[in-house]
């Protein structure tokens, strides 16, 4: 993650680049990312945050506060155009720069699985703080099936996708629709850099049953006063998530994007039941590791 603050031009370019790290969303594809971002979209007195997602730090090229500040120098010119010194196409929304007082976040969602990641993000500051969404991995998984379906309608179906050999229950975790859900894998990689101190865990589900609640957890890691309240909050039954009002009295609330809450496609009893069990012992290992209980069952 790579942003700008406004400072004061007597500083020291090194401070500067030192300010750039301040929060990612390293999350998993499809695992409720976009809503923390979108919570956080300031009321009255609130901490102001920009976010946007560029991919930064997931091409070979991106490494280290030199890098990072010729890739921002040259977004505008490059708007999409991949770069001969090894920068990734930037995204069109440009980060937003941030007074002292206010926070950038971006959140790509594929730095979670990205291999190197971490140790690029660590290299350019270690007081990076992290935010990672995750949620059940089966229902993870049926949910990037069902985004990818959308747009390739001629794909083979979830269950032949799912098994190396189906009647052995031979599950390919090379598959990314699974591998992604593979938690306490990825976070190894996080861990050989980051603390978990450092690593805050966002519990999907709980982030849909109470918004608020578990936004004033991230809250309270960033170290900022908890300014949701339940009011801010409301429940579309059509998209299966909460929608966000600006003031607690606000009549205009901000929704997810169209691409939320799709019905997921139907999948074999079975075929759930077998990817439970694919998952349990991960899963396990990530509760022990991060010490929290998902009840992912």
């Not at 991960?282 to 009840?295: L, P």
């Amino acid at each position: 993650m790579c942003f700008r603050r406004v400072t004061n031009h007597s500083k020291t370019l090194w401070l500067k680049t030192a300010a750039f790290i301040k929060l990612r969303f390293p999350a998993g594809w499809q695992s409720g990312l976009s809503s923390p971002g979108l919570f956080f979209w300031p009321g009255p007195g609130s901490p102001k945050l920009g976010w946007t997602l560029v991919h930064l730090w997931t091409t070979s090229g991106s490494t280290g506060a030199g890098w990072c500040l010729a890739a921002w120098s040259r977004m505008p010119e490059m708007m999409g155009t991949p770069s001969s010194q090894g920068l990734p196409p930037p995204s069109r929304s440009l980060m937003p720069r941030t007074l002292e007082s206010q926070i950038t976040l971006e959140k790509t969602p594929s730095y979670f699985v990205t291999q190197d990641a971490p140790r690029r993000i660590f290299n350019m500051s270690r007081d990076t703080k992290l935010i990672v969404v995750v949620r059940d991995p089966v229902t993870r998984a049926i949910s990037d099936y069902t985004q990818t379906l959308s747009k390739k309608p001629d794909i083979p179906t979830f269950e032949v996708l799912t098994f190396r050999n189906r009647t052995q229950g031979l599950v390919d975790a090379s598959w990314g629709a699974i591998r992604i859900g593979l938690y306490a894998l990825h976070l190894q990689s996080w861990l050989r850099y980051f603390p978990l101190a450092q690593i805050h865990f966002v519990s999907g589900e709980r982030l849909i049953v109470d918004p608020a609640g578990e936004m004033g957890r991230v809250q309270d890691f960033l170290g900022v006063r908890r300014f949701l309240t339940d009011k801010h909050f409301y429940f579309n039954k059509t998209k299966g998530f909460p929608c966000l009002r600006k003031t607690e009295s606000s009549l205009l609330p901000r929704c997810l994007g169209k691409s939320k809450g799709r019905t997921h496609v139907q999948i074999d009893p079975e075929v759930i039941d077998q990817l439970r069990e694919f998952y349990r012992p991960y899963n396990i290992k990530f509760y022990e590791t991060v010490g929290q209980d998902f009840r992912w069952e």
